[in-house]
């Protein structure tokens, strides 16, 4: 659909739009419209961004009421190499926006380069979700996975549309509302570095998290939506056995419903129930990948939240896939290390 991007690694779409918005890491963010790459950057905050490796521009959403505000918001590393999540204007409606319109809802500091998360994703329930992961080292050397009191290696769950600017508000059915010993912005914790995280689509009631693992397993995870407080496990599990392959407390945990190993890939990329029309044998299943391995995997949710029937796709040599997108049809994308913006369809 579209190449010569630089390191892309998200897509997605306004509620509405037929235009697809794709993230570019060293910290652009470039449109899509009619199948055409547009020249100029929807928004270019490269003097802001520290892109290496893991870090970068990592993360795209857009106001649920982005057609009458204009607003969106965008997740990055700064210059000193921690994790600030900040809202954006467009400018009349265009294919621009403002970038000195930026306005500050997070900052959280990084020890280490690697393990920066970076999901960002509306629910239905108009709170914003965030994805960090453990702050990264080998192992979580800092227990910040279990550590309730930090906001790394958790997803968060914050209010920014009922005061148009800064600060979040805390939702107040938010599960740590109230504790000494949880930070209140918490939604779930226990994860190494979610990648990336996405919500069952016609009002259907599971949310997907997947979470790239150390040495041995890869996960995807299937909650209920309105479950709250989950611990995932890390650095207590990894995938579903004890991490590092020892004895470990497991009462309490939540254990994924698909794991692989890394005889199949090494770094899961998690993607999305598909909605879309184009490839109707989708309907309703998920569909992830691996950065490494670049095969496409889908299963099925059984009524019970199981995953069920794992099919892989038949596709072309892709590559390293580094994120799936969705538009706003429901369509899925790739991005690829290579620079393409891939749409999935049915073969011919």
Not at 150 to 175: C, H, K, Q
Not at 182 to 204: C, D, K, M, T, V
Not at 227 to 244: H, I, K, Q, R
Not at 321 to 336: K, P
Request: with cysteine; proline share 7%.
């Amino acid at each position: 659909m579209a190449v010569g991007l630089e390191a892309p690694v998200y897509a997605t779409s306004p509620l509405a739009d037929g235009r697809l918005f794709v993230v570019e890491q060293p910290g652009r963010i470039r449109v899509i419209r009619d199948g055409q790459l547009v020249s100029s950057p929807f928004l270019d905050i490269t003097d802001r961004v520290l892109y290496e490796g893991e870090q970068g521009l990592l993360g795209l959403v857009f106001d649920p009421d982005f057609r009458a505000t204009g607003r969106f918001f965008v997740y990055y590393t700064d210059l000193d190499g921690n994790t600030r999540v900040e809202g954006y204007r467009d400018i009349d409606q265009g294919d621009r926006a403002d970038p000195n319109s930026a306005e500050l809802y997070l900052s959280v500091a990084q020890p280490f380069p690697n393990h920066n998360g970076g999901q960002l994703a509306f629910g239905r329930d108009r709170m914003l979700y965030i994805g960090l992961g453990d702050g990264g080292g080998g192992g979580d050397p800092r227990g910040n996975g279990q550590n309730t009191q930090t906001l790394l290696g958790s997803i968060l769950r914050v209010d920014v549309v009922s005061d148009f600017s800064p600060p979040y508000r805390i939702p107040p059915d938010n599960p740590f509302v109230g504790s000494l010993t949880h930070a209140p912005e918490i939604w779930h914790y226990g994860l190494r570095n979610p990648w990336r995280f996405s919500f069952q689509p016609n009002g259907r009631g599971y949310l997907y998290v997947a979470d790239v693992g150390q040495d041995r397993w890869e996960e995807i995870n299937a909650v209920p939506i309105k479950a709250s407080g989950l611990n995932f496990g890390w650095n207590v599990m990894e995938g579903a056995e004890c991490f590092g392959g020892g004895g470990c407390e497991a009462d309490g945990l939540t254990f994924p419903v698909a794991v692989y190993g890394h005889a199949d890939g090494c770094s899961v990329t998690g993607g999305f129930e598909y909605r879309g029309l184009l490839i109707p044998a989708l309907s309703g299943r998920y569909v992830y990948s691996d950065y490494c391995a670049g095969w496409i995997r889908t299963f099925r949710l059984d009524n019970n939240g199981g995953a069920t029937d794992p099919v892989e796709l038949e596709v072309d040599p892709l590559g390293g896939i580094t994120s799936f997108g969705e538009d706003a049809r429901g369509e899925l994308y790739v991005t690829t290390t290579d620079g393409r913006v891939l749409r999935l369809e049915p073969r011919s």
